[in-house]
């Protein structure tokens, strides 16, 4: 597994090298490790006064301040790494390597603000979002998993997006440990809510609560019945959680109540504006709590 790990130097891409550290499995496979850091460029007459030489010299020092704290915790935790540095900007350098090296994974850390659309997930997550199509783990201010095998959520929404998250999740079982526990999810409409007018304009169900599980059960039926025998071949049997609502709310409750490690999901982004790159449901899981999420987008 080649797995590309972008660092700044902050608490946040901290968080990304803690979450490497604690997969014992995965680190049993000897996977293909990167460490990427990306420098600011000075301004061009900053850098024209100062000579090619000495402007070497700084960004070899600058990103040497960076690698040699992650080196020291990851050889502690005797993992072997290699190390690269770019100048430039940070979203499409990320993307760049990410695509350079077929990337499996990349997991950048993320600076969480608020709930509004582009700022919640930091501008360099956002950028690398939109740029690439390599599979983006976003590991916020949730601590890692305290053993190697993870509580993990799978959801899909009977989309090819989502079978593609549970393929990419069969391939590499090793990230998520040994004995991982999975949950199956889908979140199904909220039909209760339809309601027609009587004669007297008076607002009725539309739906007989037999008629609303039917419908709620076809819907389950068609989003999970092509994941099924994917799982099963690998071996692996979730637990099936049908929920109803706002796909991204109920999710985003489900892993808090559940305390999932990681939810893996399939994305819808668009790739022309930076908001959107992620999907509604991912938007919403990732705005309401700190559950890192697996986005999988092709």
């Not at 659309?117 to 783990?137: C, D, E, H, Q, W």
């Not at 053993?147 to 391939?171: E, H, N, W």
Request: glycine share 8%.
């Amino acid at each position: 597994m080649k797995i590309l790990v972008p660092i700044d130097g902050s608490s946040y891409s901290e968080n990304s090298l803690s979450f490497v550290a604690s997969r014992t499995s995965l680190l049993g496979q000897t996977p293909e490790i990167e460490l990427l850091v990306v420098l600011d460029p000075l301004p061009a007459r900053a850098a024209r006064l100062v000579g090619k030489d000495s402007l070497t010299r700084y960004y070899e020092e600058e990103a040497e301040k960076i690698f040699e704290p992650a080196r020291k915790f990851l050889a502690d935790k005797h993992i072997t790494v290699t190390e690269a540095f770019m100048v430039g900007d940070p979203s499409e350098k990320i993307a760049e390597e990410a695509v350079r090296l077929d990337a499996d994974l990349v997991i950048m850390g993320s600076r969480g603000r608020t709930a509004l659309a582009g700022l919640f997930l930091g501008s360099v997550t956002n950028g690398v979002l939109a740029r690439t199509k390599n599979p983006i783990l976003i590991v916020r201010n949730k601590a890692v998993p305290e053993t190697d095998a993870m509580r993990v959520g799978i959801a899909v929404d009977g989309s090819k997006f989502g079978v593609a998250a549970v393929k990419y999740l069969v391939r590499h079982k090793e990230l998520f440990g040994e004995g991982a526990s999975f949950y199956l999810i889908n979140v199904a409409s909220d039909y209760a809510g339809a309601v027609m007018p009587d004669m007297a304009g008076m607002a009725l169900p539309a739906l007989s609560e037999s008629e609303v599980l039917e419908l709620q059960k076809k819907e389950f039926g068609e989003a999970v019945d092509p994941i099924r025998p994917i799982l099963a071949k690998a071996g692996l049997t979730p637990k099936e959680v049908c929920l109803v609502g706002n796909p991204g709310d109920e999710i985003a409750a489900f892993a808090k109540k559940k305390k999932l490690d990681l939810v893996v999901m399939g994305s819808h982004g668009y790739g022309r504006f930076k908001s959107a790159v992620m999907g509604s449901t991912a938007t919403r899981i990732a705005a309401q709590g700190d559950v890192p999420i697996l986005l999988i987008r092709r």
